[in-house]
């Protein structure tokens, strides 16, 4: 699936069970929280917090979770994210062309 055909489920999917989108802020707010739910699972199954007793953790379902509530506010902001990565990615690329591989602290 591209980004712009997630761009487009997501919409349909808002339109059609959704009633509407929430507002930018409210939806600012959720990816915040979702991005906190992939921090807690990040920590306990890599870092040095343990999870508690019969937990069942599902990274990609949170990751998923973050990329739903991204895909809303762009939808929401006219934003087109297939554009804005590859101009992101240009961007990178023009800046950081070098930076990682002359970095002493990643050889």
């Known amino acids: 699936m591209t980004l712009k055909e997630a761009q487009t489920k997501v919409d349909e999917w808002i339109k059609t069970y959704g009633v509407r989108y929430f507002n ?3 939806n600012m707010a ?8 992939v921090a807690r699972i990040i920590a306990r199954q890599y870092g ?13 379902d949170e990751l998923a979770d973050v990329l739903w509530v991204l895909i809303c506010l762009a939808n929401q902001t006219g934003t ?3 554009a804005a990565f590859e101009k992101n990615l240009q961007k990178k690329t023009a ?9 002493p602290k990643l050889c």
């Not at 959720?30 to 739910?37: A, D, M, R, S």
Request: aromatic share 2%; net charge negative; charged share 40%.
């Open 24 to 26: 930018e802020l409210t």
């Open 30 to 37: 959720i990816l915040t929280e979702e991005v906190g739910e």
């Open 48 to 60: 040095e917090q343990s999870f508690k007793s019969g937990e069942k953790p599902d990274l990609s």
């Open 80 to 82: 087109d994210l297939t």
């Open 95 to 103: 800046r950081d062309n070098k930076r990682h591989i002359e970095n």
